[in-house]
């Protein structure tokens, strides 16, 4: 195994699956599934996911509401997935711990830094929800934050694509993919990773960042076993066991992959 403790990002619109809006029982099991083998092998998996499927803070302004209120209600968006992602993972037979930024005593504890490290270190998931509990920061930055906090060995962003591409393949076709990138290439070229503050935290923290097909089964455990798969973004662009070469430039892109959103 490459990583002992890991942290694992997900978006909340991946739970819809085909549908317009709510959380897709199949996709959720899929993924507590793909957790639960992970865990199983001894790593330490900790879990941040988003809550666009219910509601995004940034849609409060658009609905005539306070953003700061529109980020609580978003945040709350987030805990009502990690309730359901901690239900699919118990009845797999996992244990596991639901922290919230955000107070609310009677569904989750409270977040406090040693007893998250105390529960991934007894081989419980734990899962962050309700952010970092302050309005105007995404669920990103809570995992970059949180990920920094548990020392975590690298930031895992499943979502629907398999990497960073230099261009939106649905909208370019001749978009390509990075099998691995630095940080400053990633900014450099303006390609959409994470949004600024969680980015900006990965890299002064040389915090590397995997992004990758969350929703392809076993590609979880295959990036765990040593696979390229996804994109890596580091400090130096490659494995972080290699040496880093100051003279080489990482920024070379694989082969065409299939169409797909850009992360």
């Known amino acids: 195994m490459k990583y002992n403790r890991i942290l694992l990002k997900l978006s909340g619109e991946a739970l819809m699956g085909q549908q317009q809006y709510g959380i897709d029982a199949t996709r959720l099991m899929q993924y507590a599934e793909e957790i639960k083998k992970v865990a199983a ?30 980020d609580y209600m978003g945040m709350l968006a987030t805990v009502i997935n990690s309730m359901a992602l901690q239900s699919a993972l118990e009845k797999l037979d996992v244990n596991t711990r639901l922290l919230s930024g955000v107070t609310i005593q009677r569904v989750c504890e409270p977040y ?23 309005p105007y920061f995404t669920t990103d930055s809570a995992a970059s934050l949180r990920a920094i906090e548990i020392e975590a060995d690298v930031v895992l962003k499943g979502t629907r694509v398999d990497g960073i591409y230099t261009a939106d393949p649905e909208k370019d076709p001749t978009a390509v993919r990075y099998p691995q990138i630095t940080f400053d290439e990633v900014m450099a070229k303006k390609l959409n990773v994470m949004d600024m503050t969680a980015f900006t935290l990965c890299k002064e923290n040389n915090l590397p960042i995997i992004v990758f097909d969350m929703n392809k089964e076993g590609n979880l455990q295959r990036l765990l076993d040593g696979e390229s798969v996804g994109t890596l973004v580091s400090m130096h662009g490659a494995v972080p066991t290699e040496p880093a070469d100051a003279h080489h430039s990482s920024l070379q892109p694989a082969l065409k992959q299939t169409p797909g959103e850009q992360a």
């Open 112 to 134: 406090i830094r040693r007893r998250a490290l105390r529960h991934l270190e007894k081989g419980r998931v734990v899962i962050f929800g309700a952010g970092i509990g302050s």
């Open 41 to 70: 092998t001894g790593t330490q998996v900790a879990v941040v996911i988003g809550g666009g499927n219910i509601f995004r803070g940034v849609q409060a302004e658009a609905f005539g509401l306070d953003r700061v209120q529109g």
